[in-house]
């Protein structure tokens, strides 16, 4: 049977990071993978993260199954991080996943189960791994208009229009905040006209929100979510620590029901227990351990915060300097949408043969349809690049 299978064609992303170790070049600059780099060019373990290990070392008694819901501690913290303050709190249910992908096919096999006709509408662009979790899991999908190619910003006009014409049978798959690949976030005037909407038109909102704290901090960064979740009957949240607890290769996220009222909510975590019985079973303990410890501890959640705001700091760090560094070289704003974008990401627009060039001729990597990763960026970096891009884009 093996015999029959083509492998796939290698994963863009992934063969960028093998061309970019074998290149020679000491000045090349990694603007590929989205992880987070400090300003030392390395993704380090946070002192929260490895304080919390510590402590799981001497406390943790055993390693027998922890249960489909994994960590209900765990659960009800990240719960909190994400609608604290809102009366969803209080008909919500949380099951811990095995990243924010294993949360988005949870509930993407919730909506087959609960909704087969259901359509979910991602933004254009979105997220590269959207589309076919949602499509493995049978769903149809469809794209809303969202990022203005020119402006670089949402075009949110378009969008709502968009976004007026939904019913019941569709699902409205929203980036919480700091937007992959884009970077550009909506108004919180935008997520109120969407709460508006949901309720007219009766279609099931959905927020994928993997990057809380890196836009402009913890509570900002969950404020469109919040507005929705006050508003709207039912809402579907999928979540991260990958990006904030720096627990990438610990698998650790969360699946978030909101309904009419808690048994609602309760039913349907019950039932993603069930369907993940037939894939997973259940997620791994040790990245949710982390965060719980973390988040139950003072000196840990204080010591979180202040390495979150550093790296929250230095990304728009970044994106000043970006801007600064563009506006002296062209003698115009036409990159002022650095300083715009939330989070590690800005869609540049650059043609694939410009992307060519740059890694080419300067040494710059950046992904296929133009994605950068600002955090890969060192500060003394950012002169070489602008001059790069305003070079290629001559
Ligand atoms: N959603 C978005 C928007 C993301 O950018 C990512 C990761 N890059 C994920 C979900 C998946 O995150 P995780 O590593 O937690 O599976």
């Known amino acids: 049977m093996f015999e029959q299978i083509q492998a796939p064609s290698a994963d863009p992303i992934l063969s960028l990071i093998s061309e970019f170790k074998n290149d020679a070049r000491t000045d090349k600059i990694d603007l590929g993978i989205g992880v987070y780099r400090n300003d030392k060019g390395i993704t380090p373990i946070m002192a929260a993260v490895a304080q919390a290990e510590q402590t799981l070392l001497k406390t943790e008694s055993t390693k027998a199954y922890q249960g489909l819901v994994g960590d209900e501690n765990f659960n009800l913290a990240i719960q909190s991080l994400l609608l604290g303050g809102t009366s969803a709190m209080a008909r919500a249910s949380t099951l811990q996943t095995p990243g924010a992908s294993g949360a988005l096919r949870n509930l993407a096999d919730l909506l087959a189960f609960a909704r087969p006709n259901a359509t979910v509408w991602i933004s254009n662009p979105s997220y590269i791994n959207h589309r076919p979790i949602m499509l ?124 009419e009222d808690a048994s609602h909510a309760h039913n349907g975590r019950a039932k993603m227990c069930e369907l993940a019985r037939g894939s997973y079973s259940m997620p791994p303990s040790h990245g949710a351990a982390i965060v719980s410890t973390i988040l139950a501890d003072d000196q840990l959640n204080g010591l979180w915060r202040a390495e979150l705001d550093t790296m929250n700091l230095r990304i728009n760090g970044l994106r000043s300097a970006l801007v600064e560094g563009f506006r002296i070289a062209t003698q115009g704003e036409d990159y002022d949408y650095f300083g715009h974008h939330k989070g590690m990401f800005s869609l540049t627009g650059l043609s694939d043969a410009k992307i060519a060039r740059l890694k080419a001729d300067y040494g710059i990597y950046i992904v296929s349809g133009g994605r950068v990763n600002i955090a890969g960026l060192q500060l003394n970096e950012v002169d070489a690049l602008v001059a790069a891009v305003v070079a290629v884009n001559r």
């Open 136 to 259: 493995r899991a049978g769903l149809a999908v469809q794209e809303y208009a969202y990022l203005n190619p020119v402006t670089k910003a949402v075009d949110e006009t378009a969008m709502l229009a968009q976004v007026a014409q939904l019913g019941p049978d569709d699902v409205l798959l929203l980036h919480g905040c700091c937007h992959n690949p884009s970077g550009a976030d909506l108004s919180l005037a935008a997520w109120q006209r969407i709460a508006e909407l949901a309720q007219q038109r009766g279609f099931l909102p959905f927020v994928d929100i993997a990057y809380q704290g890196l836009g402009d901090g913890l509570e900002a960064d969950a404020q469109g979510l919040r507005l929705l979740a006050n508003a709207v009957p039912e809402l579907m949240i999928s979540t991260s620590c990958s990006k904030n607890f720096g627990l990438y290769r610990e698998r650790t996220g969360a699946a978030i029901l909101v309904g």
